[in-house]
């Protein structure tokens, strides 16, 4: 079955960057975008961005512009999201999820969350 | 840029019917979908193109869209339904996904 599995949780300091991995199994891992949702804590979903494992093409939410980058390696089917000078106000919970096809705009499935703490 | 709102929360007894509203401007020229998050987990969709469901997913889940309100129904209320729902369009004009609010759903 198709399945997103992320990173474990992470602990960083103010100021430093995170790098979140989610792996993709059960479909070919290029075929589809992967975008990265976060959710802070009692809060909403907010979107950052999406990534074309194929293309290897971002697009990032402005909010994020210059924080923010999204990669992949083909090779083990693994999309990264690496968030830097982190503040407080980054820790979240941080999902990636899957565009299930080239005309659709819903995501499905999701990984199970990344929790990223930022704490001095 | 586009905004979703949502009631925070919804309050149904077990076999009644829950309705949740997504409401935004002119919501019913997009494609809305629905999202279920259970505590602790990660989203679920339960609904995409406003009405079709994903397999694996009961047929008591399912959705309508028109005019300034999107609504999703659910039908026959279990408490395994207790969660939080979220919508979600494509905002065109900025080309990226918008969520909304998020409901909590209480099974009472």
């Known amino acids: 079955q198709v399945q997103l599995v992320q990173s474990g949780a992470e602990v960083k300091k103010p100021g430093a960057s995170v790098k979140v991995s989610c792996k993709a199994s059960g479909y070919t891992f290029t075929s589809y975008d992967i975008n990265w949702v976060r959710q802070a804590t009692g809060q909403g979903l907010e979107w950052m961005g999406w990534m074309n494992p194929n293309s290897g093409n971002t697009g990032y939410a402005q909010k994020f512009q210059g924080r923010v980058t999204m990669t992949r390696n083909t090779s083990i089917s693994t999309a990264y999201m690496e968030l830097s000078s982190l503040r407080s106000e980054d820790t979240a919970v941080y999902y990636c999820?899957?565009?299930?096809?080239?005309?659709?705009?819903?995501?499905?499935?999701w990984g199970q969350g990344t929790l990223v703490t930022v704490s001095s | 840029s586009y905004v979703l709102t949502q009631p925070p929360s919804v309050s149904v007894a077990p076999g009644q019917t829950a309705r949740i509203t997504c409401g935004g401007n002119n919501i019913g020229s997009k494609s809305v979908h629905w999202y279920q998050q259970k505590p602790g987990q990660a989203p679920v969709l339960v609904v995409y193109?406003?009405?079709d469901r994903p397999s694996g997913i009961p047929e008591r889940f399912s959705g309508s869209n028109s005019g300034n309100t999107a609504t999703l129904t659910i039908s026959r209320v279990e408490a395994g339904d207790e969660a939080d729902y979220y919508c979600q369009v494509w905002d065109s004009s900025s080309d990226h996904p918008v969520f909304g609010t998020g409901t909590k759903v209480t099974v009472l």
């Open positions: 193109d406003d009405s």
């Open positions: 999820a899957r565009v299930p096809s080239i005309s659709s705009n819903w995501f499905d499935p």
